[in-house]
């Protein structure tokens, strides 16, 4: 257990005052979770008693190299060329300001992040977490502040599988049916019926500094949208998005019901995205987008440029899994064609109805199965590249661009090869983290392939 007196906030560790505030305000702490998102944002960790907090925050923990790389089912991937057929441990440390208490649990229980680091101390460049920051830190370098918020969509699903043994939509908690036919788009109703629910995962999520805001009932009966307040540091801001999968998860199961972040969980309803809302502080904090409705100022005019040119060698961060791309199709919610617009639902780059200094890119593309670290990293670096090749994104989309020529569409195998051909990632990301990344979505792809 853990004091007011304990040794953590005595002596001198990389412990921010929130960390300090939450260990003193928790003298019967008994356990931790070390949480490390890995390639596909899963958490993995370990479980510890909360008295080794302390050595932890001094000397960091062990974990295995190759949890970076392992697939979506624990495959092991093509990875022994930097040593992972001897299971090699890297450090691992908290990440000050991340410790947060963990609200479900019945033992007093706390969650902290952690950053992974090479031998000599360097964080791993193939870490997801760690490949955002590089993205950030050369908007830095600029002189400019990337603003993101994260907007996740997912399906309430029975706790048991239908008769078929497949999965099934929850039945509505007021009135016991799963009424498939019924559409849900932003129905109050629907966010009455779910209401119990809703108000404990938004606690949850109070309690944990993440700044949950707006729920929302989507395209189909038990699938709902929780939002998160835009912020000034995107990599605080995945962090949210990483922290909210974990609440909405767990409080869906002491509901009896599971959350699911498939992209596609079903072929007749709506699929599930992960949006990105994105704009830059300049000089004097203003808003570069900025700028009257319907006449991009130049900034978001050569972002907007830049996020089209990168989207094919990007779409594997966006599209990761098989079930992936059984989203991206004509009529199962989501975008298709790359195309951009002015409060226009239908294109994959949306300019959201705001005032001038709210100007912001919503960016449309994602599953909820993607890792928002990774699909940050790539919406930023693709903003960054139009920004200094002042590139054009040719004119905007008025109405449905799926009424205009047909679009190819993304398949699994493809989106990986142009990924392992691409310059754009590896310029952007590093050469270790897209080789890594790369083998593991092949090794995914085989396994998928060798399924009877």
């Not at 300090?20 to 008994?30: D, K």
């Not at 932890?56 to 392992?70: A, E």
């Not at 617009?341 to 199965?369: F, K, Q």
Request: charged share 25%; net charge negative; with cysteine.
């Amino acid at each position: 257990r853990l004091s007011k007196h304990h040794p953590a906030i005595d002596s001198p560790l990389p412990l921010t005052a929130e960390d300090a505030a939450l260990i003193a305000s928790e003298p019967a702490l008994e356990a931790v979770d070390l949480l490390l998102p890995d390639m596909n944002g899963i958490l993995r960790g370990k479980r510890v008693a909360a008295r080794t907090l302390e050595t932890i925050y001094r000397r960091g923990v062990c974990l295995p190299r190759s949890l970076l790389g392992d697939g979506i089912r624990d495959e092991a991937t093509a990875y022994a060329e930097i040593g992972a057929k001897a299971e090699p441990d890297l450090l691992c440390r908290p990440v000050p300001g991340s410790l947060r208490r963990v609200p479900w649990r019945e033992r007093p229980t706390a969650q902290v992040l952690l950053a992974m680091e090479e031998p000599d101390g360097a964080p791993t460049a193939a870490y997801p977490r760690q490949v955002l920051r590089r993205v950030v830190e050369r908007f830095h370098a600029l002189g400019l502040v990337p603003v993101l918020a994260v907007e996740l969509e997912f399906y309430l699903l029975a706790a048991e599988p239908g008769p078929d043994g497949r999965p099934q939509v929850a039945s509505n908690p007021v009135t016991g049916r799963s009424d498939r036919a019924n559409p849900a788009w932003y129905m109050l109703q629907e966010l009455d019926d779910h209401q119990r629910l809703l108000e404990d995962i938004l606690a949850a999520c109070h309690e944990q500094r993440v700044p949950a805001e707006t729920a929302i009932s989507e395209a189909a009966p038990g699938q709902l949208e929780i939002n998160l307040r835009h912020r000034p540091d995107a990599v605080a801001a995945c962090d949210d998005a990483i922290y909210m999968k974990r609440a909405i998860k767990a409080v869906a199961e002491r509901h009896g019901q599971v959350a699911s972040f498939m992209a596609k969980p079903f072929a007749d309803l709506a699929g599930s995205g992960l949006h990105v809302h994105v704009s830059l502080l300049g000089e004097h904090g203003r808003n570069v987008f900025a700028g009257p409705e319907g006449s991009p100022c130049e900034p978001l005019h050569h972002a907007i440029g830049g996020l089209r040119a990168s989207r094919d060698d990007c779409t594997l961060l966006f599209a990761p899994h098989a079930n992936s791309y059984r989203r991206i199709a004509p009529g199962a919610g989501a975008p298709v064609h790359g195309a951009w617009g002015y409060n226009n639902r239908a294109v994959a780059l949306r300019i959201p109805c705001s005032a001038a200094e709210d100007r912001r890119i919503e960016h449309r593309a994602a599953g909820a199965d993607a890792n928002p670290y990774l699909v940050a990293a790539a919406v930023l670096a693709g903003i960054l590249d139009g920004l200094e090749r002042c590139l054009d994104p040719g004119p905007p989309v008025v109405g449905d661009p799926q009424r205009g020529p047909a679009a190819a569409r993304p398949h699994w195998r493809g989106a990986l090869e142009r990924f392992e051909a691409s310059e754009f990632v590896v310029r952007q990301f590093g050469g270790d983290f897209c080789r890594i990344y790369g083998q593991q979505k092949r090794s995914e792809l085989h396994c998928f392939e060798r399924e009877i």
